[in-house]
């Protein structure tokens, strides 16, 4: 696949190339008679090397829609396409590159390897990807390097803690040189300090690493590094807002109340549950 040239295209020409495409994505999960609509309709494009947070409270289709992008489930209606190849047209052997190699994920619980060390957990899908065991351990090294970890490389998780077990898992995540990575509440198990060096650590991979970010949350502190943001009520797009405009409304309070700011963006998260249709709401 695309993988390999997209190193060489020239950063203005990336900034136009979408990387993840969804179209009409619907989702309805059924157990016996109760039918469950997760997304009714999600339409979205994102670039290469954007970092994109998709906030929306609990309940609200996000981790959903990672499954969707992420090839980890099927929609019921509607296509996701990365690097524009329909996810849906890929046989098994296709889909297992993709997952390996193309996108990184990163959970809210890290799930890290429990019985292995951070580098071994690092080097695994090195490992799966068919790099030798020397390669591996210098790559593995590098990246916990990179995430501050090189070391605690000989730690089992058990013996980190969970901003540190998280660093592990974004230098695992990043293990086969990812075109993307999905961050699902990557920040949601630890508390405010950490998680905002998580999100400094993601828009550093995001800049350095010229990896696209896509990552859930429903915590508007862990705006910062977001290019965009992508509002999802209730299973659809409530609004997408450029980070230049959040800047304002975040600037101009900082130093203020915590309330005032939530209240700030609570207001313009919810603008597009009004009656307004979602178009005048779009980028
Ligand atoms: P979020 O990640 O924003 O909290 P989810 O995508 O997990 O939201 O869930 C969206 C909706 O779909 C919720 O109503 C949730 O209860 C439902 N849901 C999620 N996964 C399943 C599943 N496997 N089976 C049935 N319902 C599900
Ligand atoms: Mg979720």
Not at 28 to 52: N, P
Request: glycine share 10%; with cysteine.
């Amino acid at each position: 696949m695309a993988d390999a040239a997209t190193a060489e295209i020239p950063a203005d020409e990336a900034e136009e190339m979408t990387v993840v495409r969804t179209k009409d994505v619907t989702k309805v999960y059924r157990m016996g008679k109760v039918e469950v609509h997760a997304l009714k309709g999600i339409t979205l494009d994102i670039r290469l090397g954007e970092y994109i947070s998709i906030m929306g409270p609990s309940g609200s289709g996000k981790t959903t829609l990672f499954n969707m992008i992420g090839a980890l489930d099927k929609p019921t209606e509607g296509q996701v396409y990365i690097d524009e190849v329909d996810v849906a047209q890929l046989d098994a052997y296709e889909l297992a590159w993709l997952r390996c190699r193309k996108i990184g994920y990163i959970f809210q619980t890290f799930n890290l390897i429990p019985v292995m060390s951070a580098l071994e957990n690092v080097t695994l899908p090195m490992t799966f990807a068919g790099l030798t065991t020397d390669e591996a351990r210098d790559k593995g090294m590098d990246l916990l390097d990179q995430v501050g970890l090189a070391e605690r490389y000989d730690h089992k998780p058990y013996e980190l803690s969970g901003g540190q077990q998280q660093r592990v898992a974004i230098a695992r995540a990043m293990a086969n040189s990812p075109a993307i990575i999905l961050a699902d509440e990557p920040t949601g198990n630890l508390d405010l300090a950490t998680g905002k060096e998580i999100i400094q650590l993601l828009g550093e991979m995001n800049r350095n690493g010229n990896v696209t970010i896509i990552t859930a949350t429903h915590d508007i502190k862990m705006l910062s590094a977001s290019d965009r943001i992508v509002w999802v009520r209730d299973g659809r797009l409530a609004k997408i807002e450029l980070r230049e405009d959040l800047d304002i409304q975040i600037g101009s309070i900082e130093g203020d109340a915590e309330g005032g700011i939530e209240a700030s963006l609570r207001g313009a998260g919810d603008a597009g549950e009004s009656d307004k249709s979602d178009e005048d709401e779009g980028e």
